[in-house]
C-alpha cells in the first residue's frame, strides 16, 4: 500500500491555518496554541519555523502579497475588476475586510511589522493603479491613484459594516466616472461589433 505524503510541509500548514484562523477569527482572538492544533503541528514545531506570534502574523501578511500578481489583461478592466472582487467576496458571506486594516487596528502598534506591511500594502496597490493608468494614458495619474484608493477602501469599509455588495457596485460605477473624467474611455470594439451585427 502507497503512503500519500503531505504535499505541504509543516511550515506551510501553519502560515495556511494562521491566514484561515487570523483572518476569519482576529489576531488577538487567536493565539499559537489553536493555529498549531488548526496545521496538526505541535507548538514547538510552530516556533521552530515562526519564532513569536509576530513573526507568524508578519509571515501571514507577507504571504497574501502573492496575492496581487500584474495581468496582461487590459488595465481599465483591472482596475474596475478590483472592484468586480471586492463585490464578489462581499456576496460570498466569509468577508471580514481587509486583513492588514484588521491587524493594524488590532495591533495598535505603528512601529509593529504588520503596521508596517500594512503601509507597503496599500502603497503598492496605490502604486499597482497609477501604472494601469499610466498605462491608459490618463491625465494626473498620480493624483487618480490615489482618489481609487481611497474610493475602493471606503466601498471596503462600507461592505464590512453593511455587508452589502452593492457597495462595491456603486464604488465601481464611481471608478468609471473618475476614469472617465481623466480621459480614459470605455473600449469601442464592443461598440463597433454590435453595431455591425445590427
Sequence with gaps: MKVH?????????VLAAADRLFYAQGIRAVGVDTVAAE??????TLYH????????????????????????????????????RLERLVADGSFRGCPYVNAVTELGDPRHPASKLAVQFKEQRRLWYRALL???????????ATQLQILFEGALAGALVRG????????RDAAEVLLAASGVRRSTRVRRRSARRS
Excluded at 508578519?58 to 502579497?65: D, E, I, M, P, V
Excluded at 452589502?164 to 464604488?171: F, G, I, Y
Design 164 to 171: 452589502d455588495p452593492a457597495l462595491a457596485r456603486s464604488a
Design 5 to 13: 505524503r503531505s504535499v505541504s510541509s509543516p511550515s506551510e500548514r
Design 39 to 44: 496545521a496538526g503541528v505541535s507548538k514547538r
Design 134 to 144: 499610466e498605462r491608459l494614458a490618463a491625465r494626473n495619474s498620480d493624483a487618480l
Design 49 to 84: 519555523h515562526y519564532p513569536s506570534k509576530d513573526a507568524l502574523i508578519a509571515a501571514y501578511l507577507t504571504a497574501r502579497f502573492k496575492h496581487l500578481a500584474p495581468s496582461d489583461a487590459p488595465a481599465r478592466e483591472q482596475i474596475l475588476g478590483n472592484f468586480d
